[in-house]
Every structure is written in structure tokens, then in C-alpha cells.
């Protein structure tokens, strides 16, 4: 993939006698400069909507950067024959590629951070009726009282050690 200010360079001469020009990859394969600054408009516009809920370890840098990533990947992916538009196949790609992201940096698997949201969403209702009790959550819940308890430590150890610097992100480089 290049990015260049020229248009796109149109298929090899036919005729084997003319200069030998350079083969340009198909259209739909390439992405030049414009097309890129047109696009990073919306990846931008993303990237603002996810930084309002962002934890503090991650950037809007990262967020722009993998955005711009899913808006490449999804640009030399488009296929024109099916019936989405670029615009719309774009913004899935850029958002897909943000949440790969935020996934990627969270301490929690996707099982965990599902069973976070329906605890905090079954703590608050309790609340809010009266008074949450470890019985009554792991009722709503529907597992026992060990269960609720196994995971909830599993999901506060998981984010201790990204605390910590001990979680998967230990290794990585700096910024």
C-alpha cells in the first residue's frame, strides 16, 4: 500500500516494445494521500466519540492510530460489488479496529467484562429497591453465592495486576 499525492497509475502497457512502467496495485488496493485525509476526518470523529468513556492507560493517540489502521485495512478490503457503501464499510472498520484496541488493553476478557456490567447493573437495581445483599445478587445473577465471589475476585485481581504493571500490558513498550 502507498500513500502518494499522484492519482493512481493506470495497468501495465499492453504493447511489450514501450518503456516499462511501474504496475500499480488495483484501485480499490491503494490509497492515496487525499482519500487518507478525507477518511482520518472520521477516524478523528470516532476517536472523540470513544475518548469521552476511555480509562486513563489509553490514549487518543491510540485511538487515532488504530483507527487510521482499520480505515487501510478497510479500504484495500472494499469490495464495491456488494450492496455497503465505502462511507459505511469504512466507519465499521474504523470502529471495529478501535474496539480491537480497547480489547486489547483490557485486563479483563470479554466473559469478565460482561460479568462486571451485569453485577454493576444488579448492584445498583438492588439499591436502588432497598439494599444489596450478596444472596440477592448472586440470585439475580443466577449463580451461587461462591460463584459470585470467584469472579468477582477473578475481575479485581485481573485489574490489580494492570495496576500493578503485572497484567499482559507488562511487557509492552513504553510510549
Known amino acids: ?27 480499490a488496493a491503494q490509497l492515496t494521500d487525499a482519500v487518507a485525509r478525507k477518511y ?61 484496541e480497547l480489547r486489547r488493553h483490557d485486563p479483563l476478557t470479554r466473559a469478565q467484562r460482561a460479568f462486571v456490567r451485569s453485577a454493576a447493573r444488579a448492584t445498583r437495581d438492588a439499591e ?10 448472586a440470585t439475580t445473577l443466577g449463580m451461587s453465592v461462591g460463584d459470585l465471589r470467584e469472579r468477582a475476585a477473578q475481575a479485581a485481581t485481573a485489574r490489580a495486576m494492570q495496576a500493578t504493571g503485572e497484567g499482559p500490558e507488562a511487557d509492552a513498550v513504553p510510549d
Not at 478497510?74 to 470502529?95: C, K, M, N, P, V
Not at 436502588?128 to 445478587?137: K, Q, S
Open 1 to 27: 500500500m502507498t500513500f502518494t499525492d499522484s492519482s493512481i497509475s493506470s495497468s501495465a502497457c499492453s504493447d511489450d516494445s514501450a518503456p516499462a512502467r511501474s504496475i500499480a496495485p488495483a484501485p
Open 40 to 100: 482520518a476526518v472520521r477516524v478523528m470523529a470516532h476517536a472523540r466519540r470513544y475518548a469521552r468513556r476511555l480509562p486513563p492507560h489509553i490514549t487518543m493517540g491510540d485511538m487515532i492510530s488504530a483507527g487510521m489502521l482499520g480505515l487501510v485495512e478497510g479500504y484495500q478490503r472494499y469490495d464495491a460489488s456488494r450492496a455497503e457503501t465505502l462511507d459505511a464499510f469504512l466507519d465499521h472498520r474504523i470502529r471495529g479496529a478501535m474496539l480491537d
Open 128 to 137: 436502588r429497591d432497598g439494599g444489596a445483599t450478596e444472596e440477592g445478587l
